[in-house]
């Protein structure tokens, strides 16, 4: 069973930073594609970044200055560093992965930008 575990989220002010974690278990990490994505309040589940499991990395183009993905094999962990937050980030964050034909989803991580 591959399980994800968001950690990292919280209230920050606008201008601020946060790293999100996830850490994977149940699978053989590396092999894995590994993706961001968040929800806000009344708004579809959009993606915010993806990394390969070669080290490949896309970011959503309203993020791409500010928000980097990366991931550390050694750990089983993939991380989203956002900088120059804006109330606007504010939502929750999921992290994702797939094996095979099924999906998995981490639990998410709330990220709330307000002064």
């Known amino acids: 069973q591959v399980q994800l575990v968001e950690s990292g989220g919280g209230l920050v002010q606008p201008g601020g930073s946060l790293r999100l974690s996830c850490v994977v278990s149940?699978?053989?990490?590396?092999?894995?594609?590994m993706a961001w994505y968040r929800q806000a309040p009344g708004k579809q589940r959009e993606l915010v970044a993806t990394i390969t499991s070669g080290g490949s990395k896309n970011v959503a183009d309203s993020v791409k200055s500010r928000f980097t993905i990366s991931r550390d094999n050694a750990k089983n962990t993939v991380y989203l560093q956002m900088n120059s937050l804006k109330p606007e980030d504010t939502a929750v964050y999921y992290c994702n992965t797939a094996r095979g034909m099924y999906a998995y989803w981490g639990q998410g991580a709330q990220v709330t930008v307000s002064s």
């Open positions: 149940g699978s053989i990490f590396s092999f894995h594609d």
